[in-house]
Each structure stands twice: as C-alpha cells, then as structure tokens.
C-alpha cells in the first residue's frame, strides 16, 4: 500500500493549520478518498472511513452548532478516538476554542481552507489519486510527441536515447530518459515520470550524460506525461513478418491498462524519429475517428468490386 505525507498535503492545498502544538510529520494519509462525517455526527459510526481526511462543509457545521455542548464534545471525542488523519474546515468556517483543545487532546490536527467544500473535495481526491496511484517502473524512454506520450522500449543499446534526443532537436519534449514511473491514475490513463535523480538527464553511449534542460531550454523536458502509444524498438529479423498496413491495432499492458503498442524494427538509415512523430500523428488520427489503413483497404475492396 503507497502512501503521501500530509504535510505535503497541507503545502499542495495552502491549508492553515489550527493546531500547530500537534507534529503533522509523522501522519501518512493511505485512501485516495474523503470522507465528510455527516452520519457521524449524528451518532453513526458503522462502516465509518476514519482513515480518510475528514472534511467539514456548511451542511455539517450547521448541524454541529444546534448540538448540545455536552452531547457535540462527546461526538467530537468520538470521532477523534478512531485515530482519523486531520479534520478540515471549509470556506474558512470558524472552529471553536474547546474543539481546538480537543483536537490537542486527540493529537488530531485541525486545518481551514477558504476554498468550497465542493472544489476542496475535488482538488484533493484528485491530487491523492495520482499520488496514491499503483505504480512500477520500466526501461525505457518517455517522450511528449505532438501532445501524445510515446514511450520508447527495447534492448539496451538500441538506440532509444538517440531516438528521444533527435525528437528533442526537432521541438519535442523528453519527460524521462532508461527509467521511467508510471503511475496508474485510473482505469483509462495511465501517467509516466522520471525519478528525482534522472530527471532532464539523457545517456549517451559514447559521450556520456547530457543535461537537457540546459542544453536544450525549459522547453525541452517535460515532467509528466499520459502515456499513449507504446513503440517497441527491435533488431530486424528477416524471417519475422512484421505487420505492413496496421488493420488491427496490437497492444501492451501495464498495471492492467492495454496501450497502442508498434514493434519497430531497426535497420540502418532509418529514421527513427521521423517515424515516432508519423506513429504520434497517426494515433491522433485515429482517435478523431479517421484510420488512413481502413480507408485504404476500403478503396480496393470498392475498386475490386466496381470490376
């Protein structure tokens, strides 16, 4: 199970801390989800997400104001022994002085936001998402071609840096060079980087590391990016048949997500990155819902059945 520190939390959502007698340091936040404790005020803890950042909105500050003091700081205690990671006010709602002492207490930390609970809620889900994502890391080489991430594989020495160094020449954008992260954000995407150490970096065989953010500029590298289309860089092999019209897409997975995927085969004098940049287009095309292979076949099935 991956987990993310809340004080990165609170530094990615600006949020103002309450309580700053209690160290935040050690917490780890482990569901991508958030829980509002609208049921648990009301005194109904079964099937209650205490290991969820716990998010106050309007709906639930209203209805902590009617209770009782008695019976709201017996709730409150409650809720805060189930040891839940933080508690968040929304749109900068006031929190009492006796909840705040509770909180201490509890060692439960109290945060404010001036955001709505509703684009809080949004903002966080999304963010712990991509953060708590399932995630391996592969050989290989991620590069932004025309918006559409291309994630170059093969043997080692292939030719796959090259590949991403002449795409860099040409306008485009290398996110990770031999290791890249992917993170599975959902069941449709998936989301690759480089890891801290590499990152801008790009090997050369022969000349060694080259830095490409200060070779290149800014707008060379790229630090994430969708991964879209697969190309699976080989040597070429006479007696394989390797497919000529691309009828039938082919496809590789990862973490249980199925991506385009071209086996390349290399030959001298081929261009390698004047292939990636027509394999990108062409994947754009056919997203727009026009396959240049199926029109073509449809051409001479016409012109065969025109004689």
């Known amino acids: 199970m991956y987990t993310v520190e809340l004080t990165k939390l609170v530094e990615k959502m600006k949020l103002v801390n309450l309580t700053p007698e209690i160290d935040i340091s050690p917490i780890l936040l482990s569901q991508p989800e958030v829980n509002r404790p609208a049921l648990q005020l009301a005194g109904f803890f079964d099937y209650f997400n205490y290991d969820r950042v716990q998010i106050i909105g309007n709906v639930e500050y209203a209805y902590m104001e009617k209770m009782e003091a008695d019976h709201g700081s017996g709730i409150m205690r409650k809720l805060m022994s189930h040891k839940i990671p933080c508690i968040v006010f929304c749109r900068n709602l006031p929190v009492r002085e006796e909840l705040l ?70 306008g485009h954008r290398l996110v990770s060079d031999d290791v890249v992260e992917i993170k599975k954000v959902s069941d449709d995407t998936l989301i690759g980087s480089a890891p801290d150490i590499t990152r801008h970096f790009i090997e050369l065989r022969g000349i060694g590391i080259v830095d490409v953010k200060a070779l290149f500029g800014v707008e060379s590298v790229k630090n994430t990016q969708s991964i879209d289309l697969v190309i699976r860089l080989e040597e070429w092999d006479r007696n394989k048949e390797y497919d000529r019209m691309g009828l039938q897409d082919q496809y590789t997975e990862f973490l249980g997500n199925k991506v385009v995927c071209h086996d390349l085969p290399i030959r001298p004098g081929r261009n390698l990155a004047i292939i990636c940049e027509s394999a990108a287009v062409n994947y754009r095309q056919k997203k727009m819902g026009y396959n240049a292979a199926q029109e073509l076949y449809n051409r001479v099935t016409s012109n065969l059945m025109k004689k």
């Open 101 to 170: 002492k509770l909180a201490v207490e509890c060692s439960v930390p109290i945060f404010q936001t001036g955001k709505s609970t509703s684009d809080f809620m949004g903002e966080v889900i999304r963010w712990l998402k991509v953060e708590l994502a399932p995630r391996i890391s592969i050989h290989g080489v991620l590069v932004d071609v025309y918006g559409e991430g291309i994630l170059i594989t093969g043997e080692s020495g292939i030719g796959k840096s090259e590949a991403a160094l002449e795409l860099i020449k040409r």
